[in-house]
């Protein structure tokens, strides 16, 4: 039998696909199975990362009716709809992660441990990371103190935080350190 | 890859694999030509600065042929995906190929690398070494919360995939894998066969990795990943001491068969060819045959696999010429090596 494809060549790979309960086959020589990217030589994964985290998407957007469609939920920057998103499983930009926070929140929670990055930083903002890090801690002790009655030491807390913001810059980096 | 380091008995190979984005561009899947090509230019700018890049070699996908794009992926130096990535994709790779640097594959960079035996934390150094002197040149995207930004959501916090490839013989053999690698899987391990995520087992190879990149430090992800697998390597070296003690001539037997049929096999399949280098391995690392070593064996891993068989050739090859030509490369290996 001859390639379908190019006409020329016997035919030495049947491809067999099945999709949505229908078949359909195929019957190509060597060279054009690879030319139509059927043949795997790549080790492909059939099942990936992606595709399980796309999955995680949409059975967490299913068991909540509410939030089940997010119209117009786009990133502004890239353009990359939330829905186009919960297809593939991947992102288009680094201002995506902002753009779905609120539903990407409960997810990265299910495959991570926790929500926040307690690893490297790169070291043009690591001081002002460290800094941001510290305001958080020191406003939630102050919250604690306020709650307590403790308004001297929580007047301390507030002043370190005034402090340590007065410190950092818009520019990423914080007020006396070399870029 | 030189064989050699701590338990490589067990312990094949070490790989960590850092993601990294540049802050200013989309993400590659959704970035224009343009950008993609901005992207290698402005990489090749900055590890150009760098003395410690000079050795590099670059390799820009378009410059490479299927079969040589293949081979890459055989050694684990580049993705299936960045194969596939003909026109913006790109390699940087050490001499040495212990690193290697894939640009526009998934992310616009992942850093890779890969160091004989169980040396996960000295392949964390050597990664971050080349990530941070391309950080200094380059803003990447990071974000205080939620850390290095990357296009898959699995992979962001630190972008890092620390995993370690396994010869467990004796713990198939004795069937326990099961049990063990279920354990792992509890533990927040991915397992997972020779070439990644959903391939099989073949070969008594197995691959571990981390699953969670956010929420740990990069030494807690590679510490707990060693401290788990110095567990499966202690194990599987019970197995194997109990298998040497109660069928010391059959093991003995399987090893030399082995080597026998890997001389003077006329035909072989490469899911056969692995089959008798694990066998094979195992003997020599039981004692029972010395006449090969781990350097030997790591290349002959490599050596049977398609792509770099018909690059050793200089031509493609279809399924039944590979099948000729594998044993007959098998040979003059193994004839060099003694």
């Not at chain 1, 002002?128 to 020191?138: A, G, P």
């Not at chain 2, 790989?15 to 343009?34: M, Q, S, W």
Request: charged share 25%; aromatic share 6%; with cysteine.
């Amino acid at each position: 039998m001859l390639c379908q494809e190019c006409r020329k060549n016997e035919a030495t790979i049947h491809i067999i696909k099945s999709s949505d309960g229908k078949q359909t086959e195929l019957f190509l020589c060597e060279h054009c199975a690879h030319d139509r990217d059927e043949l795997d030589f790549s080790y492909e994964p059939k099942f990936s990362l992606h595709q399980l985290f796309a999955g995680l998407l949409n059975q967490n957007l299913f068991n909540n009716r509410e939030a089940s469609s997010f119209p117009g939920l786009q990133c502004p920057s890239c353009g990359l709809t939330f829905a186009q998103f919960s297809q593939v499983g991947r992102l288009g930009c680094s201002e995506c992660f902002t753009a779905f926070e609120e539903q990407l929140k409960p997810l990265l929670r299910k495959i991570h441990a926790g929500c926040s990055h307690r690893g490297k930083i790169p070291f043009r903002i690591r001081t002002k990371v460290l800094y941001l890090r510290e305001i958080d801690e020191l406003k939630e002790d102050m919250q604690q103190k306020v709650l307590n009655e403790k308004f001297e030491e929580a007047a301390v807390l507030r002043d370190r935080i005034r402090q340590l913001e007065a410190q950092i810059i818009d520019t990423g980096t914080v007020k006396g350190e070399n870029q | 890859m030189e064989a050699g380091g701590p338990d490589t008995d067990v312990v094949i190979s070490s790989r960590v694999r850092i993601a990294r984005n540049v802050r200013k561009y989309h993400f590659p899947c959704l970035a224009a030509d343009d950008i993609r090509n901005r992207i290698l230019e402005d990489m090749h700018l900055a590890t150009g600065k760098k003395e410690e890049f000079k050795e590099f070699s670059y390799w820009p996908m378009a410059d490479l042929s299927i079969l040589e794009k293949q081979s890459l992926v055989e050694k684990h130096l580049i993705s299936p995906l960045l194969a596939g990535e003909s026109k913006h994709g790109a390699l940087l790779l050490r001499p040495d190929e212990a690193i290697s640097i894939m640009i526009n594959e998934e992310d616009h960079l992942r850093i890779q690398a890969i160091l004989p035996g169980l040396q996960l934390e000295e392949a964390w150094k050597e990664a971050g070494k080349y990530d941070d002197l391309i950080e200094s040149e380059v803003d990447y995207a990071f974000d205080e919360r939620y850390g290095y930004l990357t296009a898959c959501p699995t992979n962001i916090g630190t972008g890092l995939r620390a995993s370690l490839m396994l010869h467990l013989p004796a713990l198939i053999i004795t069937r326990q894998t099961g049990r063990i690698l279920g354990a792992l899987s509890q533990v927040g391990l991915a397992v997972r066969g020779l070439y990644g995520e959903g391939s099989e087992i073949i070969g008594n190879l197995v691959q571990v990795s981390n699953q969670v990149t956010l929420g740990q430090s990069e030494e807690e992800i590679i510490s707990n990943l060693s401290s788990v697998i110095s567990q499966v390597i202690e194990q599987e070296k019970n197995a194997r001491q109990n298998l040497l003690d109660k069928k010391r001539a059959n093991l003995a037997d399987k090893a030399w068969r082995a080597l026998g049929l890997l001389k003077f096999a006329q035909v072989m399949s490469s899911q056969e060819a692995i089959q008798l280098i694990s066998d094979l391995r195992l003997g020599y690392d039981l004692g029972l045959i010395k006449t090969v070593d781990h350097k030997l064996l790591n290349e002959l891993l490599v050596l049977i696999r398609p792509g770099c068989l018909q690059l050793m050739t200089g031509r493609e090859l279809n399924r039944e010429e590979r099948n000729i030509e594998r044993p007959a490369r098998i040979k003059q290996a193994l004839e060099r090596s003694q």
